[in-house]
């Protein structure tokens, strides 16, 4: 059980250091759900299955589900922009025609 | 719509009509990263063609390079300097001196005075009822916050909302969420209740239940999940939920906080309605924590309910 | 250094503290920044957490009524605490995001840096 405990301790500290290295944020996100649910199984070692099914059900389903909407969010604001922007060139484009 | 077995032979035959339903997903443009790479390389150079404010353009490179500098000693002297506190620490596993006569009474006369099998469960909504409360308060906050940030009140922008975000058509995800969602909501459910019983509470349940509406209003789209919970009953279970336990808590010290007077008895321990006051008030805070987090969800996704 | 492989739970908590205090400072990126915050939550409760635990010791959930012995259970203070403080950094998090959220819908970027120098400029024009 301790080398267990110790494993999943490395493997804690190997997906923060994950999250603060990748360069791509869809990645760092489903880093963190991963290190989420080590972290629960690590209460569960440390005797506070209470933590541990707060941390399963919050920590991993519900902050990661904010992050990635989040995330899709702001794609989809990058692509409203820029197709507004094309829509309002066209429009300034036909107006010219017209003139 | 076709019949499932049309669709899966046609998924079978790599027909491209299997994507039946998901023309309006594919007709809107994913945003290439070029493009949005472009964007910042354009918008760097103009923030650099450009002297910002009194602070010259050598000088803000020479803050940034401070900046990272003290950053990189706050970082080695705050690691080093708890690290070595650990060091100093008595044996992990052996500490009995956290173990003071707050403790003792907790476990000790825990169930005697609370009724509850899991001393953690009567430890948060009883001896620390009031903390509890706080901290649902803190939910329900964070949600107003949320509302009044993200709320959309346009009808044309919510229009545009509901076509981008159009994942109801996914047969995967149709077809394993039919057979997860009720597992989800009954193993909820199972927590809620069983609170003072097993590991669990209000906390978790609640927040397993949300997580299990999120997975319905994503696999069968916001009706399904708006029958569910419309903003009426939302707005309605949240208060009468906080206002409930405000007023049973208020009971119980009213009472004289020691179940002594009080009309509502432990019970005998290890049964289901046992615990006195911990089942209701479980359930409310587990009530407010789902529509808490059903909300917040809403509001991210879509701006409005 | 004896200490610390003997206190490894609480060493590992402290590096996963100042792993995310680092993300914190070093990221531009708002996102990266509340996914630091989130992991120097978890590194705290897990100290908290490892504090009450005492070795042998079974979670505080009472299986004979009626013999209670106090060594048979670990400390549940700590347990009672980070419930709490999990719940709290949820709501941290989902007012963070829709901030910003909101500063992206206004200045079209996740970066501090970029944030600070358009609402610069953006001053000098308006003043």
Redesign the interface.
Known sequence: METF??IL?LM??GC??C??LTKR?LT??II?MC??LI?AV??IL??????????A???A???G???L??????????????ESEEEQKKKAGDGDETR | MKLDKERFNAWLNDDPDRLNGMEEMAEIPYPPRERIKEKRQELQERIDAQPVGQISFLSRKFWQRVYSVFAVICCAVMTVVLLSTVAELPRFGEYRDTINELTERYIVSGLKETGAVNIVAGIILDYRAFDTLGESFVLFCALNCVLILLRIDSSDDVRHHELYFNLAHDDILRKSALFSIPIVFVYGIYVLLNGHLSPGGGFSGGAVIGAGIILLSIAYGERASGALISEKVFKTVCCCALAFYGVAKSYSFFTGANHLHSIIKPGTPGEILSGGLILPLNIAVGMVVACTIYGMYRMFKKGRF | MKGLLANYEEAAAIILFCIGFSTLLFHRNMLKKIIGLNIMDTGLYLFLASMGYIDGARAPILTDVNAINMADYINPVPSALVLTGIVVSVSVTAITLSLTVRLYSKYRTLNLDEIYAIARRTEKEEF
Do not use: H
């Open positions: 405990k110790i301790l804690l500290i923060a250091i999250v603060s944020l760092a996100v963190f290190y989420s972290m690590v209460w440390l005797e506070s299955p209470d933590l541990g099914i707060t941390e059900a919050v920590g389903g519900v902050s589900i904010l992050l909407v989040t995330l899709k969010k702001i794609n989809k604001t990058e692509t409203d922009s820029e």
